[in-house]
């Protein structure tokens, strides 16, 4: 099952390896990633995630990522079939 | 009054480099003392360090710079900072970063980098340290800009110190650093306001602990972070509820405390592991339920209800599910805890049995120095001053053990990260920012040469660091797992080709003296605490003793391991 992460980050140096990076360290793929600018400052971004094996919770990757320093907003998304 | 007197005098803006911008900034934030070692990239920030009122205190490898930092942060609650320039320099900073944000240490660490023009093209001492360190950091910065560099200083420090603190980067690219500036606005920080605890999770959690039968008190090293003695001391009194700890967890409540159950996990104590197995609830305050606690997820508190009070919020549920969570003031959360002692004179009665049953003994039979009886020693004579800098290994687990801890921020042990070489650049650290206090480095032979030049740093500031070195030619611990679960293979762990540390130790001009036997002990901690600057006690252990009790790996806190004295 894919689960899909929006979040809005910062436009600064590293923001986004700081996101990607923590999501795979955490025990799960990135199967999908978009990304587009915001007129604000900041970066839009879409994370379609799964988790590496069943002992890995969604719900914590949320809190995890949520307080990474320049994540603005975070929420979780639809589940798809893979 | 002409038209000419009535001139309002505007001063010229100031005009300073970007790295005399963060010298001011450091200054501005009250920080008095840094560790660090120049190089290249980060020469203009040391042109200015020259003139500041700022001490910085010169160390002989990075890491130890990052290992000091990591420990003032510890000692003093207040942001520790460490300098170092790009490339090598930056690298050598990893251990240290990975080891605070392990740990929860606040610290600043500044990076000279290579110009802007040439950064990204393999320039000389160039590395990517932004990127190579994301993951061991709480949050980084590449400064592009002079003018960016107040935001950006007082921005670090409120995020290396808030919540549940850790290490933060700021990486200084060289022209960054040179290239003249206004002497920026620095916008006053923010004092985060605690925010509001969830009511209702405090009642229920307050019903919970009113129903159990058999809780336990589950004390982490976030409670002395959150400041959080007091009233964790009166929440344990006033319920009466037995008490064990994380490793970074000692001390919060007194280790001679009588509802001190002892360390859990696999060194810790028996009564400890018990109380846990055995819990129908665990009141986990400041903890994170680490591997080395818990030992096998799956058996680890079997009848358990939890509530987990954190800061972290992300740490709710990640290892452990909690029927009850509060993030947020720990403290004020356990004052409103507790306000009818539990019925649980039975659980009680049955903890402090286990607890007299397994106490450690101290009559090991022989001639040999018995490393917890010289550990329990040494704390007893400190007294409430002590302070341990354990390096990691046996020592550490048997200072874990044995060591009389009486406050938190006492402990100063590498914990989550296990990083050999901890120990003294820590203990120098601590003795720097507590000059009252009586720090000891423990440490053994394999950790200390880790960072054994830091010897150099103990002597040419008259630190006063105690060192404890039990030396017994192994890696010990590593020679422990290949005894018990590799059959003895033992692979890489002999180090009988020891240099002779008391040499090595006068030669940095530091005093050493060697205690061979058992009836050394007492006079040599005499000597070692009775030294007016920097000592260091060799010590000759047995090298087959082990550290008990222990859980294999692999198995449940349950499983313990446990051994009677080895007879001579």
């Known amino acids: 099952m894919i689960r899909t992460i929006n979040c809005e980050i910062d436009r600064a140096e590293g923001s986004l390896q700081r996101l990607i990076g923590l999501v795979e360290r955490r025990g799960f793929h990135i199967d999908v990633l978009e990304m587009e600018a915001e007129g604000n400052g900041g970066r839009r971004v879409a994370l379609g995630v799964r988790a590496r094996d069943s002992g890995r919770c969604f719900d914590v990757l949320g809190r995890q990522i949520d307080r990474l320093i320049g994540v603005r907003r975070i929420a979780a998304g639809r589940e798809m079939a893979v | ?568």
């Open chain 2, 1 to 568: 009054m002409n038209a000419q007197s009535a001139h309002v005098r505007v001063e010229p803006a100031q005009r300073l480099s970007g790295a005399g911008l963060m010298v001011r900034a450091l200054e501005r934030l009250g920080v008095t003392t840094v560790f660090g070692y120049p190089g290249g990239a980060i020469m203009p920030l040391y042109d200015a360090l020259a003139g500041s009122g700022i001490r910085h205190i010169l160390v002989r490898h990075e890491q130890a710079a990052a290992f000091a930092a990591d420990a003032w942060g510890r000692t003093t609650g207040e942001v520790g900072v460490c300098i170092a320039t790009s490339g090598p320099g930056a690298t050598n900073l990893i251990t240290g970063l990975a080891n605070a944000m392990m740990d929860s240490a606040p610290m600043v660490a500044i990076t000279g980098q290579v110009g802007t023009a040439v950064m990204g093209t393999d320039a000389f001492q160039e590395v990517d340290i932004l990127g190579m360190t994301l993951p061991v950091v709480k949050h980084s910065y590449v400064v592009r800009d002079p003018a960016d560099i107040p935001r950006v200083m007082v921005e670090a420090f409120e995020i290396a110190a808030m919540g549940r603190p850790g290490p933060v980067l700021i990486d200084l690219p060289k022209d960054v650093a040179s290239a003249l500036t206004d002497d920026g606005y620095f916008p006053a920080p923010d004092r985060p306001v605690a925010p509001e605890l969830d009511a209702g999770a405090v009642e229920a959690a307050e019903r919970e602990i009113q129903a159990a039968e058999r809780p336990v008190l589950y004390v982490g090293g976030g409670v002395g972070l959150a400041g959080a003695t007091r009233a964790l001391r009166a929440f344990a009194e006033r319920t009466g509820i037995p008490a064990i700890a994380t490793l970074k967890g000692l001390g919060a409540l007194p280790t001679g405390h009588p509802q001190h159950l002892g360390m859990l996990g696999m060194h810790g104590a028996r009564a400890a592991n018990e109380a846990v197995h055995d819990a129908d609830l665990l009141i986990v305050c400041g903890a994170r339920f680490d591997d080395r606690a818990t030992g096998r997820l799956d058996t680890f508190a079997p009848g358990a209800r939890v509530i987990h009070i954190d800061a972290d919020p992300a740490e709710i549920g990640k290892l452990r599910a909690a029927q009850v969570a509060v993030t947020g003031d720990l403290g004020a959360t356990l004052d409103r805890l507790g306000r009818t002692a539990p019925a649980i004179g039975s659980w009680i009665a049955r903890t402090q049995a286990a607890k007299a049953a397994h106490a450690a003994h101290y009559d090991a039979p022989g001639d040999d120095v018995y490393a917890p009886a010289l550990l329990k020693a040494i704390s007893e004579a400190a007294g409430d001053r002590f302070v341990a800098a354990c390096d990691v290994g046996q020592h550490q687990m048997w200072a874990a053990q044995h060591c009389r801890f009486s406050r938190p921020r006492a402990h100063l042990t590498s914990a989550g990260l296990g990083a050999m070489g901890y120990g003294l650049p820590a203990g120098i650290a601590a003795k720097l920012a507590r000059p009252g206090d009586e720090v000891v480095v423990i440490t053994g032979d394999g950790s200390i040469m880790m960072n054994i030049q830091e010897l150099a740093t103990a002597r040419r500031y008259g630190v006063a660091v105690k060192i404890l070195l039990l030396d017994n030619s192994r890696l010990g611990l590593v020679r422990q797992w290949q005894e018990l679960f590799y059959d003895r293979n033992y692979s890489e762990i002999d180090l009988s080709d020891n240099p002779d540390f008391v040499k090595v130790a006068e030669a940095f001009g530091v005093e050493a003296f060697r205690i061979s036997l058992r009836e050394e002990v007492g006079p040599g901690i005499e000597r070692l605490l009775a030294a007016e600057g920097p000592c260091l006690a060799h010590v000759m252990i047995d090298p087959e003793h082990n550290v008990w009790p222990l859980v294999p790996p692999g198995k449940g806190n349950i499983e313990m391991m446990h051994h009677s004295f080895k007879r001579m």
